[in-house]
Protein backbone atom coordinates (compact mmCIF):
# COMPACT_ATOMS: atom_id res chain seq x y z
CA UNK A 1 0.00 0.00 0.00
CA UNK A 2 0.78 3.75 -0.37
CA UNK A 3 0.84 5.76 2.85
CA UNK A 4 0.79 9.51 2.52
CA UNK A 5 1.57 11.96 5.64
CA UNK A 6 0.72 15.44 5.20
CA UNK A 7 1.18 17.76 7.85
CA UNK A 8 -0.39 21.08 7.77
CA UNK A 9 -0.85 24.15 9.42
CA UNK A 10 -4.03 26.02 10.54
CA UNK A 11 -4.60 29.78 8.80
CA UNK A 12 -3.92 32.15 11.49
CA UNK A 13 -8.18 33.50 10.94
CA UNK A 14 -8.24 30.21 13.02
CA UNK A 15 -7.61 28.77 16.47
CA UNK A 16 -6.51 25.67 16.97
CA UNK A 17 -10.11 24.35 17.70
CA UNK A 18 -11.40 26.24 14.93
CA UNK A 19 -8.90 24.49 12.66
CA UNK A 20 -9.96 21.30 14.21
CA UNK A 21 -13.43 21.82 13.06
CA UNK A 22 -13.17 22.73 9.33
CA UNK A 23 -10.77 20.46 8.99
CA UNK A 24 -12.65 17.20 10.58
CA UNK A 25 -16.22 18.73 9.48
CA UNK A 26 -15.91 20.15 5.99
CA UNK A 27 -12.86 19.09 4.55
CA UNK A 28 -12.76 15.75 5.52
CA UNK A 29 -16.26 15.25 4.15
CA UNK A 30 -14.21 15.36 0.35
CA UNK A 31 -10.90 13.84 1.68
CA UNK A 32 -12.81 10.62 2.62
CA UNK A 33 -14.54 10.78 -0.86
CA UNK A 34 -11.45 10.45 -2.96
CA UNK A 35 -10.66 8.32 -5.98
CA UNK A 36 -9.95 5.04 -4.50
CA UNK A 37 -9.00 5.99 -0.92
CA UNK A 38 -8.08 3.15 1.14
CA UNK A 39 -7.81 4.82 4.49
CA UNK A 40 -7.96 8.41 6.06
CA UNK A 41 -7.23 9.23 9.31
CA UNK A 42 -6.75 12.52 10.59
CA UNK A 43 -4.45 13.65 14.20
CA UNK A 44 -4.88 16.43 15.02
CA UNK A 45 -2.53 17.63 18.37
CA UNK A 46 -4.21 17.57 21.98
CA UNK A 47 -4.91 20.43 23.56
CA UNK A 48 -3.31 19.78 26.56
CA UNK A 49 0.64 19.66 26.51
CA UNK A 50 2.30 16.24 26.80
CA UNK A 51 4.18 16.95 29.82
CA UNK A 52 1.29 17.90 31.50
CA UNK A 53 -0.62 14.53 30.09
CA UNK A 54 2.92 12.11 30.78
CA UNK A 55 3.76 13.96 33.87
CA UNK A 56 7.13 13.90 34.86
CA UNK A 57 7.73 10.79 32.80
CA UNK A 58 7.42 13.11 29.76
CA UNK A 59 10.54 14.80 30.71
CA UNK A 60 12.14 11.36 31.02
CA UNK A 61 11.84 10.39 27.67
CA UNK A 62 12.12 13.49 25.74
CA UNK A 63 15.88 14.39 24.14
CA UNK A 64 16.91 16.76 21.92
CA UNK A 65 13.21 18.62 21.31
CA UNK A 66 13.63 20.81 18.69
CA UNK A 67 12.71 24.49 19.43
CA UNK A 68 9.32 25.87 18.22
CA UNK A 69 8.08 22.64 16.36
CA UNK A 70 4.46 22.47 17.34
CA UNK A 71 4.88 26.32 15.24
CA UNK A 72 5.13 23.77 12.03
CA UNK A 73 2.15 22.05 12.66
CA UNK A 74 -1.91 21.52 14.09
CA UNK A 75 -2.56 18.45 12.33
CA UNK A 76 -1.46 15.60 9.53
CA UNK A 77 -3.69 13.44 7.52
CA UNK A 78 -2.45 10.32 6.76
CA UNK A 79 -3.76 9.14 3.33
CA UNK A 80 -3.41 5.13 2.34
CA UNK A 81 -3.83 4.09 -1.20
CA UNK A 82 -3.35 1.04 -3.39
CA UNK A 83 -0.50 2.41 -5.25
CA UNK A 84 1.25 5.86 -6.44
CA UNK A 85 -1.01 6.16 -9.34
CA UNK A 86 -4.43 5.71 -7.58
CA UNK A 87 -2.87 8.41 -5.30
CA UNK A 88 -1.72 10.62 -7.91
CA UNK A 89 -5.12 10.23 -9.83
CA UNK A 90 -7.33 10.20 -6.49
CA UNK A 91 -8.25 14.63 -6.94
CA UNK A 92 -10.66 14.03 -9.74
CA UNK A 93 -14.49 14.51 -9.54
CA UNK A 94 -15.77 11.58 -7.81
CA UNK A 95 -19.10 9.96 -9.44
CA UNK A 96 -21.10 9.27 -6.23
CA UNK A 97 -23.15 12.73 -6.17
CA UNK A 98 -27.06 11.70 -7.18
CA UNK A 99 -28.88 13.60 -9.18
CA UNK A 100 -32.31 13.94 -10.94
CA UNK A 101 -30.99 11.40 -13.73
CA UNK A 102 -29.04 9.25 -11.71
CA UNK A 103 -25.42 9.58 -10.47
CA UNK A 104 -23.33 12.27 -11.46
CA UNK A 105 -19.57 13.38 -11.04
CA UNK A 106 -18.90 15.85 -8.23
CA UNK A 107 -16.18 18.27 -9.13
CA UNK A 108 -15.79 19.76 -6.22
CA UNK A 109 -13.82 16.12 -4.88
CA UNK A 110 -11.41 16.84 -7.39
CA UNK A 111 -10.47 19.51 -5.69
CA UNK A 112 -11.13 18.57 -1.97
CA UNK A 113 -13.71 21.01 -1.29
CA UNK A 114 -11.69 23.72 -2.18
CA UNK A 115 -11.17 25.03 1.06
CA UNK A 116 -7.34 25.01 1.53
CA UNK A 117 -7.03 28.87 1.18
CA UNK A 118 -8.80 29.47 4.22
CA UNK A 119 -8.14 26.11 6.20
CA UNK A 120 -4.05 25.91 6.09
CA UNK A 121 -1.49 28.07 5.93
CA UNK A 122 0.80 27.35 3.11
CA UNK A 123 1.14 24.16 1.82
CA UNK A 124 0.94 20.72 3.35
CA UNK A 125 4.06 19.08 4.00
CA UNK A 126 3.34 15.80 2.28
CA UNK A 127 5.68 12.97 1.95
CA UNK A 128 5.38 9.29 1.23
CA UNK A 129 6.42 6.66 3.92
CA UNK A 130 6.84 3.15 4.97
CA UNK A 131 5.44 1.92 7.56
CA UNK A 132 6.23 -1.08 9.87
CA UNK A 133 3.41 -2.58 11.39
CA UNK A 134 4.71 -3.96 14.79
CA UNK A 135 0.82 -4.78 16.22
CA UNK A 136 -1.99 -4.40 14.35
CA UNK A 137 -4.18 -1.39 15.91
CA UNK A 138 -8.01 -2.82 16.45
CA UNK A 139 -10.22 0.14 17.65
CA UNK A 140 -12.68 0.21 20.33
CA UNK A 141 -16.10 2.14 19.84
CA UNK A 142 -14.65 4.70 22.05
CA UNK A 143 -11.88 7.56 21.58
CA UNK A 144 -8.50 6.06 22.83
CA UNK A 145 -5.12 7.60 23.62
CA UNK A 146 -2.86 7.93 20.73
CA UNK A 147 0.55 8.99 21.26
CA UNK A 148 3.50 9.27 18.82
CA UNK A 149 7.05 9.85 19.09
CA UNK A 150 8.98 12.20 16.68
CA UNK A 151 12.41 10.67 15.96
CA UNK A 152 15.78 11.73 14.87
CA UNK A 153 18.20 9.49 13.74
CA UNK A 154 21.92 9.42 15.38
CA UNK A 155 23.85 11.26 12.70
CA UNK A 156 26.94 8.69 13.06
CA UNK A 157 24.20 5.67 11.99
CA UNK A 158 23.67 4.66 8.46
CA UNK A 159 19.78 4.89 7.14
CA UNK A 160 19.73 1.32 7.10
CA UNK A 161 20.83 0.17 10.03
CA UNK A 162 18.82 2.90 11.75
CA UNK A 163 15.75 1.19 10.08
CA UNK A 164 16.41 -2.35 10.71
CA UNK A 165 17.29 -1.61 14.07
CA UNK A 166 14.08 0.21 15.06
CA UNK A 167 11.60 -2.28 13.22
CA UNK A 168 14.19 -5.20 14.91
CA UNK A 169 15.15 -4.92 18.36
CA UNK A 170 13.20 -1.55 19.02
CA UNK A 171 10.18 -2.47 17.98
CA UNK A 172 10.61 -5.92 19.93
CA UNK A 173 10.89 -3.87 22.80
CA UNK A 174 7.63 -1.28 22.33
CA UNK A 175 5.35 -4.44 21.82
CA UNK A 176 5.91 -5.46 24.82
CA UNK A 177 4.46 -2.10 26.62
CA UNK A 178 1.42 -3.33 28.39
CA UNK A 179 -1.57 -1.74 27.42
CA UNK A 180 -0.86 -1.81 23.61
CA UNK A 181 -3.72 -1.70 21.38
CA UNK A 182 -1.61 -0.56 18.42
CA UNK A 183 1.82 0.01 16.95
CA UNK A 184 2.67 1.04 13.72
CA UNK A 185 6.57 2.83 13.08
CA UNK A 186 6.67 4.93 9.80
CA UNK A 187 9.89 5.87 8.03
CA UNK A 188 9.63 9.43 5.91
CA UNK A 189 10.76 8.65 2.54
CA UNK A 190 12.31 10.77 -0.33
CA UNK A 191 9.53 9.52 -3.06
CA UNK A 192 8.19 13.06 -4.25
CA UNK A 193 4.10 12.78 -3.87
CA UNK A 194 4.01 16.47 -4.11
CA UNK A 195 4.41 17.25 -7.64
CA UNK A 196 1.16 16.34 -9.64
CA UNK A 197 -0.89 16.34 -6.42
CA UNK A 198 -0.77 19.69 -5.68
CA UNK A 199 -0.68 22.72 -8.38
CA UNK A 200 2.42 23.44 -10.16
CA UNK A 201 1.80 27.35 -8.09
CA UNK A 202 1.66 26.06 -4.73
CA UNK A 203 3.73 27.64 -2.04
CA UNK A 204 5.20 24.09 -1.52
CA UNK A 205 7.30 24.75 -4.73
CA UNK A 206 8.67 28.19 -3.48
CA UNK A 207 11.86 28.66 -2.03
CA UNK A 208 10.40 29.67 1.23
CA UNK A 209 7.80 26.79 0.66
CA UNK A 210 10.85 24.45 0.68
CA UNK A 211 12.47 25.80 3.30
CA UNK A 212 10.10 25.78 5.97
CA UNK A 213 9.25 22.13 4.77
CA UNK A 214 13.05 20.98 5.17
CA UNK A 215 13.06 22.73 8.37
CA UNK A 216 10.51 20.71 9.75
CA UNK A 217 11.96 17.20 7.83
CA UNK A 218 15.01 18.52 9.38
CA UNK A 219 13.54 17.29 13.24
CA UNK A 220 13.19 13.85 12.62
CA UNK A 221 13.15 10.55 10.47
CA UNK A 222 10.97 8.44 11.90
CA UNK A 223 6.91 8.72 13.31
CA UNK A 224 5.77 5.99 15.80
CA UNK A 225 1.94 5.67 16.40
CA UNK A 226 1.18 3.59 19.77
CA UNK A 227 -2.71 3.44 20.45
CA UNK A 228 -3.67 2.51 24.44
CA UNK A 229 -6.62 3.34 26.31
CA UNK A 230 -5.46 6.09 28.28
CA UNK A 231 -2.15 7.97 29.14
CA UNK A 232 -2.00 6.27 32.27
CA UNK A 233 -0.75 2.90 30.76
CA UNK A 234 1.67 4.06 28.77
CA UNK A 235 3.00 6.58 31.78
CA UNK A 236 3.02 2.70 33.90
CA UNK A 237 4.43 0.70 30.95
CA UNK A 238 6.86 2.85 30.09
CA UNK A 239 8.12 3.53 33.74
CA UNK A 240 8.65 0.09 33.95
CA UNK A 241 10.43 -0.87 30.66
CA UNK A 242 13.76 -1.02 31.30
CA UNK A 243 16.65 -0.53 28.51
CA UNK A 244 14.25 0.87 26.68
CA UNK A 245 16.23 4.25 26.94
CA UNK A 246 19.74 2.90 26.71
CA UNK A 247 18.72 1.71 23.31
CA UNK A 248 17.21 5.24 22.31
CA UNK A 249 20.39 7.14 23.11
CA UNK A 250 22.17 4.14 20.77
CA UNK A 251 19.60 5.01 17.55
CA UNK A 252 18.69 8.72 18.48
CA UNK A 253 19.40 11.89 18.09
CA UNK A 254 16.36 13.30 19.58
CA UNK A 255 13.42 11.66 20.11
CA UNK A 256 9.95 13.29 21.75
CA UNK A 257 6.34 12.86 22.06
CA UNK A 258 2.95 14.34 21.19
CA UNK A 259 -0.77 13.57 21.80
CA UNK A 260 -3.41 13.95 18.95
CA UNK A 261 -6.84 13.59 18.51
CA UNK A 262 -7.44 11.14 15.81
CA UNK A 263 -10.39 10.83 13.09
CA UNK A 264 -10.82 7.91 11.21
CA UNK A 265 -12.54 9.53 8.61
CA UNK A 266 -12.11 6.32 6.57
CA UNK A 267 -11.17 3.23 8.26
CA UNK A 268 -8.34 1.84 6.54
CA UNK A 269 -8.92 -1.35 4.87
CA UNK A 270 -5.80 -3.14 4.45
CA UNK A 271 -7.58 -5.87 2.51
CA UNK A 272 -8.20 -6.25 -1.32
CA UNK A 273 -10.70 -3.63 -2.46
CA UNK A 274 -14.41 -4.54 -2.57
CA UNK A 275 -15.64 -4.57 -5.91
CA UNK A 276 -17.94 -1.51 -4.94
CA UNK A 277 -17.85 1.78 -3.52
CA UNK A 278 -16.54 1.32 0.04
CA UNK A 279 -15.19 3.27 2.49
CA UNK B 1 -26.93 6.56 24.31
CA UNK B 2 -29.69 7.27 21.31
CA UNK B 3 -29.30 4.66 19.29
CA UNK B 4 -31.34 5.12 15.49
CA UNK B 5 -31.32 2.37 12.20
CA UNK B 6 -32.68 3.95 9.39
CA UNK B 7 -33.73 1.63 6.83
CA UNK B 8 -33.83 3.10 3.28
CA UNK B 9 -34.50 1.87 -0.32
CA UNK B 10 -32.37 3.30 -3.27
CA UNK B 11 -33.78 5.69 -5.86
CA UNK B 12 -35.43 3.70 -8.69
CA UNK B 13 -32.46 5.81 -10.73
CA UNK B 14 -30.26 3.80 -9.16
CA UNK B 15 -28.69 0.39 -9.24
CA UNK B 16 -27.79 -0.86 -6.04
CA UNK B 17 -23.79 -0.12 -6.26
CA UNK B 18 -24.60 3.06 -7.27
CA UNK B 19 -27.00 3.57 -4.43
CA UNK B 20 -23.86 2.66 -2.15
CA UNK B 21 -21.25 4.96 -4.12
CA UNK B 22 -24.37 8.14 -3.08
CA UNK B 23 -25.03 6.89 0.19
CA UNK B 24 -21.38 6.31 1.37
CA UNK B 25 -20.07 8.81 -0.51
CA UNK B 26 -21.78 12.41 -1.10
CA UNK B 27 -24.78 11.87 1.00
CA UNK B 28 -22.54 10.88 3.98
CA UNK B 29 -20.02 14.04 3.19
CA UNK B 30 -23.02 16.12 4.35
CA UNK B 31 -24.72 13.98 7.07
CA UNK B 32 -21.48 12.93 8.93
CA UNK B 33 -20.94 16.49 9.81
CA UNK B 34 -25.18 15.95 11.74
CA UNK B 35 -24.76 18.12 15.21
CA UNK B 36 -23.42 16.19 18.08
CA UNK B 37 -22.83 12.58 16.17
CA UNK B 38 -21.25 10.40 18.16
CA UNK B 39 -21.10 6.96 15.79
CA UNK B 40 -22.47 6.49 12.15
CA UNK B 41 -22.28 3.21 10.25
CA UNK B 42 -23.86 2.99 7.27
CA UNK B 43 -24.66 -0.72 6.15
CA UNK B 44 -25.87 -1.85 2.86
CA UNK B 45 -26.87 -5.49 2.06
CA UNK B 46 -24.06 -7.24 0.71
CA UNK B 47 -24.31 -8.30 -3.64
CA UNK B 48 -23.89 -11.77 -2.60
CA UNK B 49 -26.75 -13.86 -1.40
CA UNK B 50 -25.62 -15.31 2.16
CA UNK B 51 -27.68 -18.25 1.75
CA UNK B 52 -25.35 -20.56 -0.67
CA UNK B 53 -21.86 -19.16 1.61
CA UNK B 54 -24.28 -20.78 4.85
CA UNK B 55 -24.41 -24.27 3.35
CA UNK B 56 -26.16 -26.98 4.93
CA UNK B 57 -25.90 -24.47 7.99
CA UNK B 58 -28.79 -21.99 6.50
CA UNK B 59 -31.83 -23.89 7.31
CA UNK B 60 -31.08 -24.98 10.43
CA UNK B 61 -30.66 -21.33 11.44
CA UNK B 62 -33.18 -19.66 9.49
CA UNK B 63 -36.71 -19.82 9.82
CA UNK B 64 -39.85 -17.68 8.39
CA UNK B 65 -37.53 -14.91 6.85
CA UNK B 66 -40.15 -12.88 5.17
CA UNK B 67 -40.10 -12.95 1.63
CA UNK B 68 -39.09 -10.30 -0.05
CA UNK B 69 -37.29 -8.54 3.07
CA UNK B 70 -34.41 -6.79 0.93
CA UNK B 71 -36.96 -5.25 -1.47
CA UNK B 72 -37.98 -2.68 1.68
CA UNK B 73 -34.55 -1.78 2.04
CA UNK B 74 -31.02 -1.35 0.29
CA UNK B 75 -29.01 0.24 3.18
CA UNK B 76 -29.46 1.13 6.83
CA UNK B 77 -27.24 3.54 8.44
CA UNK B 78 -26.93 3.02 11.98
CA UNK B 79 -26.76 6.61 13.96
CA UNK B 80 -25.69 7.03 18.11
CA UNK B 81 -26.77 10.53 19.75
CA UNK B 82 -25.99 11.39 23.86
CA UNK B 83 -30.26 11.74 24.16
CA UNK B 84 -33.37 12.15 22.07
CA UNK B 85 -32.99 15.86 22.23
CA UNK B 86 -29.31 16.04 20.58
CA UNK B 87 -31.19 13.51 17.85
CA UNK B 88 -33.82 15.82 17.21
CA UNK B 89 -31.52 18.61 17.49
CA UNK B 90 -28.97 17.55 14.70
CA UNK B 91 -29.67 19.30 11.67
CA UNK B 92 -28.93 22.59 13.36
CA UNK B 93 -26.52 24.25 11.54
CA UNK B 94 -23.01 24.43 12.81
CA UNK B 95 -19.93 26.20 11.78
CA UNK B 96 -17.22 23.24 9.98
CA UNK B 97 -16.43 25.05 7.13
CA UNK B 98 -13.36 27.26 6.82
CA UNK B 99 -13.87 30.24 4.69
CA UNK B 100 -12.86 33.91 4.00
CA UNK B 101 -13.28 35.30 7.16
CA UNK B 102 -12.81 32.22 9.44
CA UNK B 103 -15.08 29.26 10.32
CA UNK B 104 -18.24 29.27 9.05
CA UNK B 105 -21.83 27.69 8.60
CA UNK B 106 -21.61 25.97 5.52
CA UNK B 107 -24.03 27.36 3.26
CA UNK B 108 -23.57 24.84 0.85
CA UNK B 109 -24.52 21.91 3.77
CA UNK B 110 -28.35 20.52 2.71
CA UNK B 111 -30.30 17.32 2.64
CA UNK B 112 -32.16 18.11 -0.79
CA UNK B 113 -30.26 15.60 -2.31
CA UNK B 114 -31.97 13.14 -0.32
CA UNK B 115 -34.85 12.04 -2.73
CA UNK B 116 -32.38 11.13 -5.51
CA UNK B 117 -30.29 8.72 -3.02
CA UNK B 118 -33.20 7.10 -1.61
CA UNK B 119 -36.84 6.26 -2.22
CA UNK B 120 -38.46 9.62 -3.47
CA UNK B 121 -41.75 10.78 -3.02
CA UNK B 122 -42.33 12.79 -6.83
CA UNK B 123 -45.48 14.52 -4.90
CA UNK B 124 -43.29 15.52 -2.35
CA UNK B 125 -40.22 17.41 -3.34
CA UNK B 126 -37.71 17.24 -1.30
CA UNK B 127 -38.80 14.27 1.00
CA UNK B 128 -38.16 10.38 0.69
CA UNK B 129 -39.50 7.53 2.07
CA UNK B 130 -37.81 5.45 4.78
CA UNK B 131 -38.02 3.62 8.22
CA UNK B 132 -36.20 5.26 11.25
CA UNK B 133 -36.69 3.28 14.08
CA UNK B 134 -34.96 3.98 17.53
CA UNK B 135 -33.49 1.16 18.98
CA UNK B 136 -32.41 0.18 22.21
CA UNK B 137 -29.27 -0.87 22.15
CA UNK B 138 -27.72 -4.13 24.49
CA UNK B 139 -23.57 -4.26 24.14
CA UNK B 140 -23.10 -8.26 24.14
CA UNK B 141 -19.64 -7.77 23.53
CA UNK B 142 -18.42 -4.30 22.32
CA UNK B 143 -17.00 -4.02 18.69
CA UNK B 144 -13.38 -3.50 17.99
CA UNK B 145 -12.73 -3.10 14.06
CA UNK B 146 -9.28 -3.97 12.48
CA UNK B 147 -7.70 -2.51 9.84
CA UNK B 148 -9.46 -4.55 6.93
CA UNK B 149 -12.95 -4.91 6.57
CA UNK B 150 -14.68 -7.47 8.63
CA UNK B 151 -17.61 -9.45 7.68
CA UNK B 152 -20.91 -7.91 9.90
CA UNK B 153 -23.87 -10.40 9.54
CA UNK B 154 -27.50 -9.28 11.23
CA UNK B 155 -29.61 -11.59 12.83
CA UNK B 156 -33.28 -10.17 12.58
CA UNK B 157 -35.75 -11.65 15.00
CA UNK B 158 -39.18 -11.79 15.58
CA UNK B 159 -40.56 -12.29 18.98
CA UNK B 160 -42.77 -15.75 19.45
CA UNK B 161 -46.45 -14.25 20.13
CA UNK B 162 -46.99 -16.46 23.52
CA UNK B 163 -44.13 -14.06 25.41
CA UNK B 164 -44.98 -11.43 26.61
CA UNK B 165 -42.58 -8.52 25.72
CA UNK B 166 -41.01 -8.21 28.97
CA UNK B 167 -40.04 -12.07 29.21
CA UNK B 168 -38.76 -12.32 25.63
CA UNK B 169 -36.44 -9.48 26.29
CA UNK B 170 -35.12 -10.88 29.49
CA UNK B 171 -34.69 -14.60 27.77
CA UNK B 172 -33.23 -12.83 24.94
CA UNK B 173 -30.94 -10.79 26.76
CA UNK B 174 -30.02 -13.40 29.35
CA UNK B 175 -29.67 -16.74 27.64
CA UNK B 176 -29.50 -16.36 23.87
CA UNK B 177 -27.40 -13.10 24.07
CA UNK B 178 -25.13 -14.78 26.30
CA UNK B 179 -24.62 -18.21 24.31
CA UNK B 180 -24.43 -15.52 21.44
CA UNK B 181 -21.09 -13.59 22.94
CA UNK B 182 -19.73 -17.08 23.22
CA UNK B 183 -19.36 -18.07 19.32
CA UNK B 184 -15.42 -18.49 19.05
CA UNK B 185 -13.85 -15.64 16.41
CA UNK B 186 -16.48 -13.31 17.31
CA UNK B 187 -15.07 -9.75 17.02
CA UNK B 188 -18.46 -7.70 18.27
CA UNK B 189 -21.99 -8.40 19.06
CA UNK B 190 -25.02 -5.89 19.89
CA UNK B 191 -28.29 -6.80 20.53
CA UNK B 192 -30.86 -4.12 19.66
CA UNK B 193 -35.19 -4.41 20.21
CA UNK B 194 -36.86 -1.91 18.06
CA UNK B 195 -38.79 0.70 20.09
CA UNK B 196 -42.36 -0.36 20.76
CA UNK B 197 -43.19 3.11 19.21
CA UNK B 198 -42.25 2.87 15.93
CA UNK B 199 -42.65 6.93 15.24
CA UNK B 200 -40.48 7.60 18.04
CA UNK B 201 -37.20 8.33 16.04
CA UNK B 202 -39.39 10.64 13.51
CA UNK B 203 -41.18 12.71 15.83
CA UNK B 204 -39.48 16.04 16.63
CA UNK B 205 -36.92 15.02 13.82
CA UNK B 206 -38.80 15.28 10.84
CA UNK B 207 -41.60 18.17 10.19
CA UNK B 208 -45.06 17.01 11.43
CA UNK B 209 -46.43 17.18 7.98
CA UNK B 210 -43.85 14.67 6.42
CA UNK B 211 -44.20 11.43 4.77
CA UNK B 212 -43.49 9.39 7.55
CA UNK B 213 -46.80 10.92 9.30
CA UNK B 214 -49.07 10.40 6.29
CA UNK B 215 -51.41 7.29 6.20
CA UNK B 216 -49.18 5.78 4.03
CA UNK B 217 -46.21 6.61 5.74
CA UNK B 218 -48.18 5.02 8.77
CA UNK B 219 -49.29 1.67 6.53
CA UNK B 220 -46.08 1.09 5.52
CA UNK B 221 -44.26 1.87 8.85
CA UNK B 222 -47.07 -0.79 10.44
CA UNK B 223 -45.85 -3.34 8.09
CA UNK B 224 -42.36 -3.19 7.46
CA UNK B 225 -41.99 -3.11 11.47
CA UNK B 226 -44.25 -6.27 12.07
CA UNK B 227 -41.36 -8.69 10.02
CA UNK B 228 -38.96 -8.25 13.14
CA UNK B 229 -38.45 -6.79 17.01
CA UNK B 230 -35.17 -6.70 17.24
CA UNK B 231 -31.94 -7.59 15.32
CA UNK B 232 -28.41 -8.53 16.13
CA UNK B 233 -24.86 -6.93 14.71
CA UNK B 234 -22.29 -9.90 14.62
CA UNK B 235 -18.78 -9.38 13.31
CA UNK B 236 -16.89 -12.07 12.06
CA UNK B 237 -13.37 -12.28 9.82
CA UNK B 238 -15.68 -14.05 7.06
CA UNK B 239 -18.86 -15.83 6.60
CA UNK B 240 -16.77 -18.72 6.84
CA UNK B 241 -15.56 -17.90 10.39
CA UNK B 242 -18.98 -17.60 11.79
CA UNK B 243 -20.37 -21.02 9.86
CA UNK B 244 -17.64 -22.80 11.31
CA UNK B 245 -18.30 -21.23 14.93
CA UNK B 246 -22.02 -21.24 14.68
CA UNK B 247 -22.16 -24.81 13.80
CA UNK B 248 -19.89 -25.94 16.64
CA UNK B 249 -21.57 -28.21 19.23
CA UNK B 250 -23.00 -28.25 21.69
CA UNK B 251 -23.43 -24.15 21.38
CA UNK B 252 -25.31 -24.83 17.79
CA UNK B 253 -27.99 -26.90 19.47
CA UNK B 254 -28.25 -24.64 23.03
CA UNK B 255 -28.46 -21.49 20.12
CA UNK B 256 -31.46 -23.81 18.19
CA UNK B 257 -32.96 -24.44 20.92
CA UNK B 258 -33.64 -20.93 21.99
CA UNK B 259 -34.55 -19.68 18.48
CA UNK B 260 -37.41 -21.92 18.31
CA UNK B 261 -38.45 -20.92 22.31
CA UNK B 262 -38.20 -17.62 21.72
CA UNK B 263 -38.43 -16.78 18.09
CA UNK B 264 -41.35 -16.97 15.34
CA UNK B 265 -38.83 -16.14 12.74
CA UNK B 266 -34.72 -15.59 12.41
CA UNK B 267 -32.58 -14.77 9.79
CA UNK B 268 -29.52 -13.21 8.39
CA UNK B 269 -28.37 -10.40 6.07
CA UNK B 270 -25.20 -9.81 5.50
CA UNK B 271 -24.09 -6.29 5.24
CA UNK B 272 -21.39 -4.48 4.18
CA UNK B 273 -20.13 -1.68 6.90
CA UNK B 274 -18.87 1.54 6.14
CA UNK B 275 -17.72 3.38 8.77
CA UNK B 276 -18.46 6.87 8.78
CA UNK B 277 -18.27 8.26 11.71
CA UNK B 278 -16.36 5.86 14.42
CA UNK B 279 -18.74 5.26 17.65
CA UNK B 280 -17.42 7.28 20.50
CA UNK B 281 -19.10 5.51 23.41
CA UNK B 282 -16.72 7.96 25.66
CA UNK B 283 -18.75 11.11 26.90
CA UNK B 284 -17.93 13.79 24.20
CA UNK B 285 -14.65 15.99 24.08
CA UNK B 286 -14.65 19.37 24.55
CA UNK B 287 -14.32 20.42 20.67
CA UNK B 288 -14.94 18.95 17.73
CA UNK B 289 -14.62 15.34 17.19
CA UNK B 290 -15.63 12.73 14.77
Known sequence: ?279 | MYKVFAFLKRNSKLTHNEYRAAHVGYHCGTSRRLKGIRGYTVNVWANAPLGPQLGDLGPTIIRNEPSGFLDWWDGFPSVLFDSPAAWVQAREGEPTRAMEGGLKIDPDWTYGHGMYVFDGIPERPGEFRSHHLRMIEHIVMPVERPEYKLTKLVLFFKRRETLSEAVFERRVLKDYAAALASLPGLSGCLLNFRDPDPDAAFRGYFADNGWWNSAEGHSMRRQFCSQFDGAAELFFDSVDAFVSARRSAPLHALLCGLEAELFSANWYVEVDENIIVMPNRNPAPAFYYR
Not at chain 1, 29 to 52: D, E, M, T
Open chain 1, 1 to 279: MLKVFGFVRRNAALTHDEYRAAHVGYHNSYGRRLNNIRGYVLNVRANASIAATLGPLAGAVTRGEPPGFDDLWDGWGQLVFDSLDHYLSAKTPARDKPGPNGLEEDPRVAAVGGDGPWLYSGSPFQFMVVEHVAIPVRRPERKIFKLVQFAKRRGDLPEELFRSYVCGRYAVQLQRLAGLRGLIINFRTGTDVMHRFFEPGAEAFTADGKAVRDRFYGTWDAITEFWFDHPQQFVAARGAAAGLEVLETELFAAVYYREVDETVAVNPNRAPAPAFFFR
